[in-house]
């Protein structure tokens, strides 16, 4: 089984009990998470921190029934964050967050990666003038794909999708910063329409020129305004091919989760007082908010 979850931020914010599900949700996460959150200035960029740790470790007790307060999460190769509960060995994970949504996914046959992404960002230039900026870190039949869109916002998804789907290679193997995103290179088809309710599978990866043959993308929107990438490294073809032929006869969509579900088997993990916390609170609602509400 694989999960893909994804959180609105915004929504999470408009709950009329969200002060009590953002208390909770300090107390239930390890102290590095309640003061790594304390570091943002951005509101909204202290909530994506929570909500992230939140699916990590929701994620990892629905998949391996341990309890929430015995889930470690340590880091391994390359610094990718890996779950140290025996029971999870096998499930990799990832989150990602921009715009309005934080969101995972889950594999346990394959190194995984995801990357979301907003679409419709209030911009200063238009989309041709922001491909041609960022055109080096692009090949040229990538930037054509990109190009060839004929509507202003067919060309900014575009770009958006071929951005997450080399963010989600990264993630996956933990590379992080490269010094040449060229080097990484995608052939979509070009049939099929990349809009909001799309599920796409068939996507090629080539690394310096080389088809790189055990990837499989997933391609879709999380919601009109928000497109995803995850890619996923297999050991081998032929497990890949498997799983491609499973997404052909039922696509995974990102499932939108609350927070409440994120905490229902959630339980404290430090004695932080209450004092302590209605001050992060309060500290945390005065914070500016960088995406409009």
């Known amino acids: 089984m694989v999960l893909r979850w994804a959180v609105s931020l915004k929504k999470s914010e408009l709950l ?10 300090l107390s239930c996460l ?22 992230g740790q939140l699916l990590i470790r929701s994620a990892i007790v629905h998949e391996t029934n341990c309890r929430w307060e015995d889930v470690l999460i340590t880091k391994g190769h390359r610094g990718k964050p ?36 907003r679409v419709n960002e209030e911009r200063d230039r238009n989309s041709l003038e922001h491909i041609e900026r960022m055109s080096k870190l692009f090949t040229d039949r990538e930037l054509n ?18 951005w997450c789907l080399k963010e989600s290679v990264l993630k996956a193997t933990g590379t992080g910063l490269v010094d040449n995103l060229r080097n990484f290179s995608f052939k979509v088809e070009e049939s099929e329409k990349f809009e909001p309710g799309c ?63 994120l905490l229902s088997r959630s339980t404290s993990l430090h004695d932080t007082s209450e004092d302590d916390i209605t001050e992060e609170y309060s500290r945390f609602i005065r914070k500016p908010c960088k995406n409009k509400q």
């Not at 140290?84 to 046959?109: C, E, K, M, P, W």
């Not at 794909?145 to 071929?162: G, H, L």
């Open 30 to 51: 390890p102290n590095e998470v309640f003061t790594k959150q304390a570091l943002f200035h951005f509101r909204d960029d202290s909530l994506a921190s929570v909500v």
């Open 199 to 261: 599920s796409i599978t068939t996507t090629q990866f080539y690394e310096k020129d080389v088809h790189q043959e055990n990837w499989l993308f997933e391609e879709s929107f999380v919601d009109n305004e928000h497109c995803v990438a995850v890619g996923r490294l297999f050991n081998d073809t032929k497990t890949m091919l498997e799983s491609k032929e499973s997404l052909k006869q039922k696509f995974v969509r990102f499932e939108i989760k609350s927070l409440e579900e």
């Open 16 to 25: 009329s009990h969200f002060e009590l599900l953002f208390r909770n949700a």
């Open 82 to 117: 890996m779950s140290a509960v025996a029971q999870a060995a096998q499930l990799d994970f990832n989150i990602s967050h921009q715009g309005d949504y934080v969101v995972l996914a889950t594999s346990r046959s394959a190194s995984i990666g995801v990357d979301v992404m």
């Open 145 to 162: 794909y990109m190009k060839s869109n004929s509507t202003d916002q067919e060309r900014w998804q575009a770009f958006y999708r071929i």
